[in-house]
């Protein structure tokens, strides 16, 4: 039989109670238990998991990546940098992207779509789940990223379920400061 915990409950009650125990995570395939204090944050995924370059790879249940900014102008976020013309590690994110707002003085705003913004090699791969909105490569401050559409949405807040290299920037630029490559 299956017993059910209440998340809020098992927080609450740790480390005076072993319903925490019940909660499996991560821990690099190994099985641990999740405490409170890495609940939703990064589970790092160990070296030989993946071929992946400088600053491994890592899986989010969830991971705040700060606030859109510009309200009503378009927005981008500055996934990763890569090296143009040469062979570079896996960098980018693969997931689950929420944008939320709710305020009496400032309206409702909520989206949620699945990305894929990567490089690795020679080669990039990009998909937005709201076709209306795109992944690619840019250059901003005279460097090259990866980076993700935002959109005109108000300010929201950003949030990410998924993969993700350890060399990730999440830099939230107006697309004005952007210059879109391809």
């Known amino acids: 039989m299956i017993e059910k915990i209440l998340l809020n409950n098992a927080l609450n009650e740790w480390p005076d109670s072993n319903s925490i125990s019940k909660l499996v995570g991560l821990n690099n395939g190994e099985g641990g238990n999740i405490t409170p204090g890495n609940i ?3 589970q790092q995924i160990a070296k030989d998991s993946f071929l992946v370059g400088d600053g491994g790879m890592s899986y989010a249940a969830i991971k705040s990546l700060g606030r859109k900014g510009g309200d009503g102008e ?59 909105l795109k992944c690619g490569k840019c250059t901003y401050n005279g ?32 697309e004005s400061e952007i210059t879109w490559i391809g």
């Open 143 to 174: 460097e090259n990223y990866i980076a993700i559409q935002l959109g005109y949405s108000a300010y929201t807040d950003i949030f990410f379920t998924g993969f993700y290299s350890g060399n990730c920037v999440f830099l939230n630029v107006l």
């Open 74 to 132: 378009k927005s981008v976020l500055l996934v990763s940098r890569y090296n143009s013309n040469q062979r570079n590690d896996f960098c980018g994110m693969l997931g689950r992207m929420f944008a939320l707002r709710g305020h009496a003085a400032a309206g409702l705003a909520v989206y949620m779509c699945d990305v894929v913004c990567v490089t690795a090699y020679n080669a990039f791969k990009f998909s937005h789940s709201d076709t209306n």
């Open 40 to 42: 939703l944050s990064n």
